[in-house]
């Protein structure tokens, strides 16, 4: 008898992408061009640094001097005297008392919620936090209970049925998808008459909020105790790439010896080191840069929402407009596009409560004259029906 062929082991993907295409949820890759001339809010450049001349300069000097990449892990030749400065200036700018770069905000995320918990553990986590602690939950080994959005009874509740050892809250501190901020405050009073950590993403908050953008968590007057934890990215608010953990001295130090994501990942690039190390000088000496930005993002909500528009208020640089369907989200976005307007488009399964949404973000660069005209091009390409 002769046997049957062997079946093509990725054939199933076929079926799984036209159950996308059916259901118009198909993603692809857009390459931009090194100049456009568009106008961008669609990208989390949120302070406009990425192609500012110093922070630029700086990744080319850091490249020039330590070469194109970091050659290992930071505990092996990864480690340069540039992320040594970066981490130091870092935890002096958000007021912790020391601070870990990662290869990427994502990386960060995965070694607080690995390093920090264990079988024993218990992890509460918003039911809208970021894809990156979603997965650093599950990595964890750890229970984990999903409580509803923004909501410090619920966080209470799930600490109260816990039978012991390690617990910790997690949180967004600006939610990507409508850049509502969580109560920081009352999370934080929570976890303290439960003996919780709180570990909090700041990605969205720093450079935005705060003094001088020192991020939510300062806002907040948490930054620098000992029962919190921050993380954060360099790509947005800073212009470049990699995250950083933000902490005690002694939680950073047990991140260095125990996450996966820092022990056997290649360090940060230099020239990203560097660059996100220029930017964060530049925000330390302008500190109207955050208070911009914030500006930029009330005048896009108010003059969406004049226009008879459903937008979420922002609370930070992320301004959230609600689209009718996930087909008609695509589309408006399109239209956007060919008007010279880039804007983000969040549909299900991205979004957490399925309804599709234009993402518009804030950029402190951006001029008046650029505001008004993206207002224009959005409420002119609105669906209408």
């Excluded at 192609?51 to 092996?76: F, N, P, Y």
């Excluded at 804007?343 to 991205?350: W, Y």
Aim: proline share 5%; hydrophobic share 45%; aromatic share 4%.
């Amino acid at each position: 008898m002769t046997p049957a062929a062997p079946r093509e082991p990725f054939e199933w993907t076929d079926a799984v992408a036209r159950r996308r295409a059916d259901a118009g949820l198909v993603r692809a890759l857009r390459p931009r061009a090194a100049a456009q001339d568009v106008l961008d809010l669609a990208s989390n450049d949120y302070l406009g640094l990425s192609r500012r001349a110093a922070v630029t300069a700086a990744a080319a000097e850091a490249a020039r001097r330590w070469g194109a990449g970091a050659t290992g892990s930071r505990l092996v030749t990864g480690s340069t005297e540039l992320h040594a400065e970066l981490e130091g200036e870092l935890a002096r700018f958000s007021g912790f008392e020391a601070a870990l770069v990662f290869s990427s905000g994502y990386a960060a995320n995965l070694a607080v919620l690995t390093a920090l918990t264990g079988r024993d553990s218990l992890i509460v986590s918003d039911a809208a936090n970021h894809a990156s602690i979603v997965d650093g939950c599950r990595l964890s080994r750890a229970a984990t209970e999903v409580v509803p959005h923004s909501d410090p009874e619920a966080v209470g509740k799930a600490l109260d049925a816990h039978g012991g050892g390690r617990a910790v809250v997690v949180t967004d501190s600006v939610f990507s998808v409508d850049g509502d901020a969580a109560p920081l405050p009352e999370l934080a009073a929570v976890c303290r008459r439960h003996g919780a950590a709180l570990i909090t993403d700041d990605a969205h908050g720093l450079g935005v909020l705060g003094d001088g953008g020192r991020g939510a968590v300062h806002a907040a007057g948490l930054a620098g105790a000992p029962d919190v934890v921050a993380t954060v990215t360099l790509s947005k608010s800073l212009g470049s790439q990699g995250g950083a953990v933000l902490g005690p001295a002694r939680v950073i130090g047990h991140l260095v010896n125990e996450a996966r994501t820092f022990i056997f990942d290649t360090g940060l690039a230099p020239a990203a080191a560097g660059a996100a190390l220029a930017s964060l000088r530049l925000l330390r000496d302008d500190p109207l840069l955050a208070g911009r930005t914030r500006t930029v993002a009330h005048t896009l909500h108010t003059r969406l929402t004049a226009g008879g528009l459903s937008a979420v208020r922002p609370q930070a640089a992320v301004v959230s407009v609600l689209a009718p369907s996930p087909a008609q989200a695509v589309r408006w976005a399109a239209d956007c596009r060919e008007a010279g307007l880039v804007v983000g488009c969040f549909r299900p399964p991205s979004v957490p409560d399925g309804i599709s949404r234009l993402r518009l973000t804030a950029r402190a660069d951006l001029t008046d004259e650029q505001v008004e005209r993206a207002v224009d091009t959005v409420l002119r390409t609105a669906p209408t029906g």
